[in-house]
Protein backbone atom coordinates (compact mmCIF):
# COMPACT_ATOMS: atom_id res chain seq x y z
CA UNK A 1 0.00 0.00 0.00
CA UNK A 2 1.43 3.52 -0.90
CA UNK A 3 0.04 6.32 0.86
CA UNK A 4 0.33 10.55 -0.53
CA UNK A 5 0.56 13.27 2.29
CA UNK A 6 -0.08 16.83 1.04
CA UNK A 7 0.85 19.66 3.50
CA UNK A 8 1.59 23.04 2.72
CA UNK A 9 -2.07 24.57 1.71
CA UNK A 10 -3.98 27.62 3.30
CA UNK A 11 -5.24 30.95 2.96
CA UNK A 12 -3.53 33.78 1.13
CA UNK A 13 -4.18 37.58 -0.51
CA UNK A 14 -4.17 37.57 -4.40
CA UNK A 15 -0.54 38.08 -5.45
CA UNK A 16 0.84 35.75 -2.96
CA UNK A 17 2.46 32.86 -2.18
CA UNK A 18 2.34 28.86 -1.45
CA UNK A 19 4.33 25.90 -1.34
CA UNK A 20 2.73 22.39 -1.34
CA UNK A 21 4.10 19.32 -0.80
CA UNK A 22 3.48 16.00 -1.03
CA UNK A 23 4.99 13.09 0.36
CA UNK A 24 4.88 9.07 -0.88
CA UNK A 25 5.43 6.63 1.42
CA UNK A 26 5.02 2.65 1.34
CA UNK A 27 5.84 -0.22 -1.26
CA UNK A 28 7.27 2.22 -3.47
CA UNK A 29 9.40 0.75 -6.27
CA UNK A 30 9.24 3.52 -8.75
CA UNK A 31 7.67 6.48 -9.07
CA UNK A 32 6.72 8.27 -12.12
CA UNK A 33 5.08 10.62 -13.01
CA UNK A 34 3.89 12.75 -10.15
CA UNK A 35 1.16 15.51 -10.76
CA UNK A 36 -0.90 17.77 -8.88
CA UNK A 37 -4.55 18.07 -9.54
CA UNK A 38 -7.27 20.63 -8.60
CA UNK A 39 -11.00 20.88 -7.82
CA UNK A 40 -12.77 24.17 -7.41
CA UNK A 41 -16.62 23.80 -5.68
CA UNK A 42 -18.63 23.05 -8.42
CA UNK A 43 -15.96 22.14 -11.04
CA UNK A 44 -14.81 19.28 -12.06
CA UNK A 45 -10.48 18.24 -10.81
CA UNK A 46 -8.59 19.34 -13.32
CA UNK A 47 -4.85 18.81 -14.04
CA UNK A 48 -2.77 21.91 -13.19
CA UNK A 49 1.18 20.25 -13.38
CA UNK A 50 3.26 16.92 -13.55
CA UNK A 51 6.86 16.15 -13.59
CA UNK A 52 9.09 12.58 -14.32
CA UNK A 53 11.57 11.28 -12.97
CA UNK A 54 13.97 12.57 -16.12
CA UNK A 55 12.45 16.20 -14.50
CA UNK A 56 10.36 17.09 -17.51
CA UNK A 57 7.35 19.27 -16.50
CA UNK A 58 4.15 20.23 -17.70
CA UNK A 59 1.40 22.92 -17.00
CA UNK A 60 -2.16 24.22 -17.41
CA UNK A 61 -2.23 26.95 -19.33
CA UNK A 62 -3.86 29.24 -16.35
CA UNK A 63 -0.63 28.70 -14.47
CA UNK A 64 1.97 28.99 -16.90
CA UNK A 65 5.12 31.51 -15.47
CA UNK A 66 3.32 31.42 -12.14
CA UNK A 67 3.73 27.79 -10.93
CA UNK A 68 6.53 25.51 -10.98
CA UNK A 69 6.74 21.79 -10.07
CA UNK A 70 9.67 19.37 -8.62
CA UNK A 71 10.14 16.20 -7.72
CA UNK A 72 13.19 14.78 -5.49
CA UNK A 73 12.91 11.22 -6.57
CA UNK A 74 15.03 9.92 -3.41
CA UNK A 75 12.74 11.39 -1.21
CA UNK A 76 9.62 10.31 -3.77
CA UNK A 77 8.52 14.09 -2.88
CA UNK A 78 6.78 16.70 -5.25
CA UNK A 79 6.28 19.93 -4.34
CA UNK A 80 4.16 23.04 -6.35
CA UNK A 81 5.53 26.69 -5.49
CA UNK A 82 2.76 28.71 -6.67
CA UNK A 83 2.98 32.11 -6.75
CA UNK A 84 1.32 35.42 -8.41
CA UNK A 85 -2.14 33.81 -6.65
CA UNK A 86 -5.33 34.54 -7.70
CA UNK A 87 -8.97 33.86 -6.51
CA UNK A 88 -9.85 31.95 -9.78
CA UNK A 89 -6.65 29.38 -8.02
CA UNK A 90 -9.24 28.70 -4.82
CA UNK A 91 -9.63 24.89 -5.02
CA UNK A 92 -8.81 21.51 -3.11
CA UNK A 93 -5.41 20.75 -4.48
CA UNK A 94 -4.08 17.02 -4.92
CA UNK A 95 -1.55 14.83 -5.35
CA UNK A 96 -1.47 12.20 -7.87
CA UNK A 97 1.38 9.20 -8.31
CA UNK A 98 1.44 6.27 -10.73
CA UNK A 99 3.56 3.91 -8.53
CA UNK A 100 5.18 0.99 -9.52
CA UNK A 101 5.17 -1.29 -6.26
CA UNK A 102 7.95 -4.25 -7.45
CA UNK A 103 10.16 -4.90 -9.93
CA UNK A 104 7.55 -7.07 -11.69
CA UNK A 105 6.29 -3.99 -13.00
CA UNK A 106 2.56 -3.73 -10.88
CA UNK A 107 1.68 -0.02 -11.53
CA UNK A 108 -1.02 1.67 -9.68
CA UNK A 109 -2.51 4.95 -9.32
CA UNK A 110 -2.52 6.76 -5.76
CA UNK A 111 -3.98 10.07 -4.80
CA UNK A 112 -4.07 12.36 -1.49
CA UNK A 113 -6.65 13.33 0.14
CA UNK A 114 -6.23 16.79 -0.49
CA UNK A 115 -5.34 20.07 0.95
CA UNK A 116 -6.93 23.44 0.59
CA UNK A 117 -5.50 26.32 -1.27
CA UNK A 118 -7.94 29.65 -0.54
CA UNK A 119 -6.76 33.24 -2.77
CA UNK A 120 -8.87 36.35 -1.15
CA UNK A 121 -9.40 39.24 -3.61
Do not use: H
Not at 2 to 24: D, F, I
Amino acid sequence: QVQLVESGGGLVQTGGSLRLSCVASGSIYRINPMKWYRQAPGKERELVASVNQGGDTKYADFVKGRFTIAMDSATNTVSLQMNSLEPEDTAVYYCNARVIVNFEGALYEYWGQGTQVTVSS
